[in-house]
């Protein structure tokens, strides 16, 4: 079956640094969007970053300049760097795969906290 499992979470202080990753097996990875979502407490999903089987990329607003999404095709793996973190980044972070024609999947997310 398909498996989205991310990892990298944690605690970090303002101004700090995280990587999350993104192990996904049961699908043909090279060849799915991928996306990084977020969700605060009390809030909706967002989409943080995304990044297509050509590589192309976009942002959040809220996170360009600061976030940075790729991908390794031979190893199946999604990552997020994020840096120069603020209290708003906190929230479960999500993996999502899409594919037109084979469908789409989530992730179990993974906890950021930002705080001091």
């Known amino acids: 079956q398909v498996q989205l499992v991310e990892s990298g979470g944690g605690l970090v202080q303002p101004g700090g640094s995280l990587r999350l990753s993104c192990v996904a097996s049961?699908?043909?990875?090279?060849?799915?969007?991928m996306s990084w979502y977020r969700q605060a407490s009390g809030k909706q999903r967002e989409l943080v970053a995304a990044?297509?089987?050509?590589?192309?990329?976009n942002y959040a607003d809220s996170v360009k300049g600061r976030f940075t999404i790729s991908r390794d095709n031979a190893n199946n793996t999604l990552f997020l760097q994020m840096n120069s973190l603020n209290s708003e980044d906190t929230g479960v972070y999500y993996c999502?795969?899409?594919?037109?024609?084979?469908?789409?999947?989530w992730g179990q997310g993974t906890q950021i906290t930002v705080s001091s």
């Open positions: 999502f795969a899409e594919n037109r024609r084979f469908g789409r999947y």
């Open positions: 049961g699908i043909t990875f090279s060849i799915y969007k």
């Open positions: 990044i297509t089987s050509d590589s192309d990329t």
